[in-house]
């Protein structure tokens, strides 16, 4: 019997696919103890964690380490005066030891902040303003100690400061600090309605928010490892992300331990398509999950046979089904597409059990009643397009969706705004009840009265050999209202030139509808992205 089974009673149809879930839990569900803990006495030879970096350098470790290790830094943040509420920046990379700390914090109840080792002093500055941080866990490398003590300077804030593996000027060495303490922990008292974690958002436009979620969150996950991610009780499962992402809450840690699965953590700070899947190769990933960015350069540069896999997802961005129908080709592997939010768990998916759809982001979660509403909260016909908002059964804030932004109420309010919470993502639904991503609604164009979704463009033209990575906005035109300009990252061996901005601009428009033909182009070195690898759109239609 999984662990999960204690927590969850699935019903699934003749073909494995979930028809309805319920999710029960106590009061006083604690992921940390509740689960990895209980894996740990039961089974501690159970592998955890399966990590290795760039170097060469590898590790394996099973629950019982997790559960030894995560004593010893709880015990050291309480001997340093961290207790229950009180906000953790992590700062950890892909480093090992973030798998500890946060199974930590867990169980002291601190509320643990993941972030990227990639923000810079103002992004850092803004959040010591935003949130009140008791402590900061970071990685010695890349400059971010020195970042962190400029930011807190700068902001007038002060944090208690701890590095691991090195000593760092002004930081505590936590390595070495945790064992001075015991292995063992009484358990402390939590609720499963207290903040267990938040994620600063990147969105498209104004400053971040604080996601706040509760110690039910990773219950959620059930289904995002289980029914999507398709990872397995002693298999092994890889998900590329940073632990500053929301991502790797979905396929680093909850839902995959739930299961019963280890993680694969290959700590890199450069991407390389080829080590990724020497990685996959060598320690024998079952499952794998990725944003479409990843894809798009495996195949581009030619995907490997990757034996020892038997699923592969995506999520982040939307897939363009000629990357889905290539990787297909080359792996005998469907792209199970799936799409959620930072402030929610997984929305809808190409589920395991059910017909995969190239393109759509499959069908709805039954956690969650899913549904297309226009702008007068009625709901649209299928083919229609309509804005994704979640319907609360009963009015009750179903399980694995956020609990507050942080300081501020009035803007936790607009998300659920007539009883319902709104996406802000617009997608229209087949006649199968599979959904379709149209757009976010600020990025949709307006041209000769037609509203077009940049999207449907983008997929026209990431086909095209030359084109590396796109994104497609409205600028403005007297004629039209908006015309369509594309900004275009070349592929390996392709110069700019007029002739193949006109072969790109000839290729796209003979397959788009004549409204939705593109004006412009302007070839580009890279596209301005939020720190979790979304394109802004916003900046592209500035500039």
């Given at each position: 019997m999984s662990i999960y089974e204690r927590f969850c009673t699935c019903m699934e149809d003749e073909n494995g696919a979930l028809r309805k879930i319920d999710i029960h839990y106590e009061d006083n569900f604690n992921f940390a103890y509740d689960v990895v803990d209980?894996?740990?006495?039961?089974?501690?030879?159970?592998?955890?964690?399966?990590?290795?970096?760039?170097n060469g350098d590898?590790?394996?470790?099973?629950?019982?380490?997790?559960?030894?290790?995560?004593?010893?830094?709880?015990?050291?943040?309480?001997?340093?005066?961290?207790?229950?509420?009180?906000?953790?920046?992590?700062?950890?990379?892909?480093?090992?030891?973030?798998?500890?700390?946060?199974?930590?914090?867990?169980?002291?109840?601190?509320?643990?902040?993941?972030?990227?080792?990639?923000?810079?002093?103002?992004?850092?500055?803004?959040?010591?303003?935003?949130?009140?941080?008791?402590?900061?866990?970071?990685?010695?490398?890349?400059?971010?100690?020195?970042?962190?003590?400029?930011?807190?300077?700068?902001?007038?804030?002060?944090?208690?400061?701890?590095s691991i593996r090195e000593d760092v000027d002004g930081y505590l060495n936590l390595s070495k600090l945790k064992d001075e303490y015991p292995s063992t922990l009484e358990r402390i008292d939590t609720d499963v309605h207290d903040s267990m974690m938040m994620y600063f958002t990147s969105g498209t436009t104004g400053y971040p928010k604080g996601v706040i979620h509760d110690h039910s969150y990773p219950l959620a996950h059930i289904v995002t490892a289980k029914y999507w991610q398709r990872a397995e009780d002693d298999g092994l499962h890889f998900t590329v992300a940073e632990t500053g992402w929301a991502k790797a809450s979905w396929g680093k840690m909850y839902g995959q331990w739930l299961i019963g699965s280890a993680v694969m953590v290959y700590d890199f700070d450069n991407f390389d398509p080829k080590m990724l899947t020497q990685v996959i190769n060598k320690y024998k990933v079952t499952s794998f999950c990725a944003p479409p960015t990843v894809y798009r350069y495996l195949v581009k540069k030619g995907a490997p046979q990757m034996p020892s896999l038997r699923s592969a997802a995506t999520a982040g961005e939307y897939l363009n089904p000629e990357i889905f129908k290539k990787f297909y080709e080359k792996t005998g592997l469907y792209l199970n597409e799936g799409y959620g939010q930072t402030e929610t768990t997984l929305l809808s998916a190409n589920y395991k059990g059910i017909k995969n759809k190239e393109g759509s982001m499959g069908v709805k979660s039954p956690l969650y009643d899913l549904r297309l509403i226009d702008k007068a909260g009625n709901e649209v016909a299928p083919g229609e397009i309509g804005e994704i908002v979640i319907v609360p059964e009963k009015g009750k804030r179903p399980i694995g969706v956020f609990s507050s932004y942080l300081n501020d109420e009035k803007l936790y309010e607009k998300a659920w705004q007539g009883g319902v919470y709104h996406t802000g993502d617009s997608a229209w639904k087949d006649e199968d009840g599979y959904f379709w991503f149209h757009g976010r609604f600020d990025d949709i164009i307006k041209s000769g009265g037609f509203r077009i979704g940049p999207f449907e463009i983008e997929n026209i033209l990431i086909k095209h050999e030359a084109v590396l990575e796109c994104s497609v906005v409205g600028i403005p035109d007297a004629l039209r209202g908006q015309a369509i300009k594309a900004f275009i990252v070349l592929s390996h061996n392709y110069e700019p030139s007029a002739e193949l901005e006109k072969e790109i601009k000839e290729y796209a428009n003979s397959q788009l509808a004549q409204y939705k033909w593109i004006r412009y182009i302007e070839f580009t070195n890279e596209l301005p992205k939020t720190i979790s690898g979304k394109i802004r759109k916003r900046e592209l239609k500035e500039k």
């Open positions: 209980e894996i740990a006495k039961e089974n501690p030879t159970k592998r955890a964690i399966v990590w290795c970096n760039a590898e590790r394996t470790f099973t629950f019982s380490d997790v559960m030894r290790e995560s004593n010893r830094y709880a015990n050291a943040f309480s001997a340093l005066g961290i207790k229950k509420g009180d906000f953790v920046m992590l700062c950890l990379k892909k480093h090992y030891e973030y798998w500890f700390i946060s199974t930590a914090l867990h169980k002291l109840g601190a509320v643990m902040v993941p972030v990227t080792h990639m923000l810079r002093v103002d992004d850092f500055k803004y959040r010591f303003e935003t949130a009140k941080i008791k402590a900061v866990i970071t990685t010695h490398e890349n400059g971010v100690p020195s970042r962190i003590k400029n930011a807190l300077s700068v902001a007038g804030k002060e944090a208690i400061l701890m």
